[in-house]
């Protein structure tokens, strides 16, 4: 792919004009191998590029050039560029200015975002996800864990669940969770906010018990407090405490070096009672060579027979 084939291909994804939170551009699922570093997201009038890995200067230059002649066109108002290899200073306004109060738009529902951080406060591959539980959260009691800016906890009591326990060990993202239910008109009179270490806090958590409905969607890796490949498991092993007769459990898993099988022998080992149900599809936004490699979105029901 030249960049002038890469400059059309984003145009045509951008032919809607929705003011959605939109993947415009996805090589990070190798799809595309010549651009395999970049992604290029959608958000309203910011055009939002991430470089994963530092790339050639006269490529870098390129691809800004045709960055500002896509904003141009489209009529975006500001274009920033994340160098997400970088440890620090790795966002750069490119283009305009960034408003005060930033937040974008899914389904109908706002979510706060920073670009002072490298996760920018919604992960835009977890869309089917979040519409998965909004389809079953009515009148549910929901355990969110690894809740993060508890988007999850916003779509579930926009549908009526009846609570929605968020569980994260950054008391920041749970702030920006508080602000998420607070800026859709949602009553948090239904929503705990627990800044715990869920590994070490299962008396904490299972005080609001049964959940309905959990989720689980972890970091692949957090120096010192989660690593999939074994923590997984602690997790799955503690399912029966939690989950009300017929609890559905969402199991994400976004490890690479993970396939689907992973999960699977984790529940049927540790788990069994918890029957698979289905892999949920990704996004076409985000195409990719290889579905193991990418984003694992699993449905368990449990079952006492």
């Not at 997790?235 to 029966?240: C, G």
Request: hydrophobic share 35%; with cysteine; glycine share 2%.
């Amino acid at each position: 792919m030249t960049i002038d084939e890469l400059k059309e291909l984003i145009l045509l994804n951008l032919k809607d004009d929705s003011k959605e939170f939109k993947r415009v551009f996805h090589g990070r699922g190798n799809y595309y191998q010549d651009f395999h570093y970049l992604c290029v997201d959608s958000l309203d009038e910011i055009l939002f590029v991430t470089l994963f890995e530092a790339i050639d200067e006269d490529l870098e230059k390129d691809l800004k050039k045709i960055f500002e002649q896509i904003c141009e066109k489209k009529k975006f108002k500001c274009l920033v560029l994340q160098k997400r290899y970088q440890k620090e200073n790795f966002c750069e306004v490119l283009k305009g200015n960034l408003p005060n109060n930033l937040y974008i738009e899914e389904n109908n529902l706002k979510y706060n975002i920073n670009f002072t951080n490298q996760n920018i406060g919604l992960f835009p591959d977890m869309k089917a996800g979040r519409e998965f539980i909004s389809l079953i959260s009515k009148n549910k009691n929901i355990l969110n864990l690894f809740s993060y800016t508890c988007a999850f906890s916003v779509v579930a009591i926009a549908s009526d669940a009846s609570q929605v326990v968020n569980v994260d060990m950054s008391k920041g993202a749970l702030s920006v969770g508080r602000e998420n239910h607070r800026i859709n008109n949602l009553d948090t009179k239904r929503v705990k906010f627990l800044p715990y270490n869920i590994l070490k806090s299962w008396s904490r958590i299972k005080k609001f018990a049964p959940y309905d409905i959990i989720i689980i969607d972890p970091p692949s890796f957090q120096k010192g407090s989660f690593a999939v490949s074994k923590d997984y498991e602690k997790i799955i092993k503690r399912l029966h405490e939690l989950s009300s007769p017929t609890c559905t459990v969402l199991s994400c898993l976004n490890a690479p070096e993970l396939d689907t099988s992973f999960m699977k022998d984790l529940f049927a080992n540790l788990a069994s009672e918890f029957k698979y149900e289905k892999r949920l599809d990704n996004l076409e936004t985000f195409p990719t060579n290889n579905e193991e490699k990418t984003l694992k979105n699993m449905i368990f029901k449990r079952e006492i027979i």
